[in-house]
């Protein structure tokens, strides 16, 4: 029963209900934004949200059947826990402080997507797996953020106080800058009043070390990462199987092994009964 109901979690016609389920849930908290269809068929909008809570609740409680007599080995996977956690904000109170939090849980159902798509979660595993190397490029974005702020003002701020009059006016143009928006509007500012040559060299460098360098750093780093978890699927999976091969061949040594078992026991039998009738001639004689 254990096993029939594992390969039915496990199989793709119940992956891809699941999957239709959420999209469903992430179309009905979208409906449930516009007061006019919620006035015309709010009632229907809540009896499906009831349905897909329910849903969700019920393939919570298959997997973990899957799990018994542990049914506590679900939450050993942390996709596991990051789907019933979602499913047990939904079943707070719909009324008082509970309301906005019941209103986000709702949109936070089509989250669970990536849960239920594997190439969906190889992207997040590479984000997560990238945070320690991005915070220090982020650390070297926010000192080259800082150096240039300061020395915008320095260089800016007398006559452009509204870019530069202020360290968080500075940061914000500068990320303006790093970003390319308008940035020639910021550019062309500045001519009238400090050296082109000081502009360009202030502007060119920053967005080249900004843009052009430690930006594409986050990006090589997020490409490193997807392909250490690429590896660290496949090698999950290679030990799945060779795991998996190694139960098959020794349940058929051991069903060898009782047909083995089986023979010398007609074996015996058949010399058994053959003493036992070369004793009974040997006694008549």
């Known amino acids: 029963m254990s096993n029939r109901l594992k390969t039915f979690v496990q199989s793709k016609p119940f992956h891809h209900s699941i999957v239709a389920v959420i999209v469903l849930a992430g179309v009905v908290a979208g409906l449930e934004t516009s007061p006019a269809i919620m006035a015309q068929h709010g009632g229907l909008l809540l009896a499906l949200d009831k349905l897909i809570l329910g849903i969700f609740i019920v393939e919570a409680l298959l997997k973990m059947a899957v799990h018994r007599p542990q049914p506590w080995r679900y939450f050993a996977d942390g996709w596991n826990v990051f789907d019933f956690f979602i499913v047990l904000i939904c079943l707070l109170p719909v009324g008082g402080p509970f309301a906005a939090v019941l209103r986000l849980a709702r949109a936070l159902r089509l989250l669970r997507l990536v849960s239920a798509l594997p190439k969906l979660q190889l992207l997040v595993g590479a984000l997560l797996k990238s945070l320690s190397a991005m915070g220090y490029v982020s650390l070297l974005l926010g000192l080259l953020f ?59 460098t920053f967005i080249v070390f900004g843009t052009m360098i430690i930006l594409n750093l986050f990006i090589g ?18 030990q799945r199987h060779e795991k998996e091969l190694g139960l098959a061949t020794l349940t058929d040594e051991f069903n060898q092994f009782e047909q083995q078992l089986d023979a010398l026991k007609e074996q015996a039998a058949t010399l058994k009964r053959r003493a036992g009738e070369a004793a009974r001639l040997a006694g008549n004689r």
């Open 146 to 204: 800082y150096i240039y702020a300061v020395a915008g003002i320095h260089l800016f701020g007398a006559h452009d106080p509204k870019n530069f009059g202020s360290l968080p006016a500075a940061f914000l143009s500068l990320f303006r800058l790093v970003t390319l928006d308008n940035w020639a509007d910021l550019f062309n500012a500045q001519l009238p009043y400090v050296s082109g040559l000081k502009v360009a060299i202030y502007f060119v």
């Open 221 to 238: 780093i997020i490409m490193n990462s997807m392909s250490e978890m690429h590896a660290e699927i496949e090698a999950q999976d290679r």
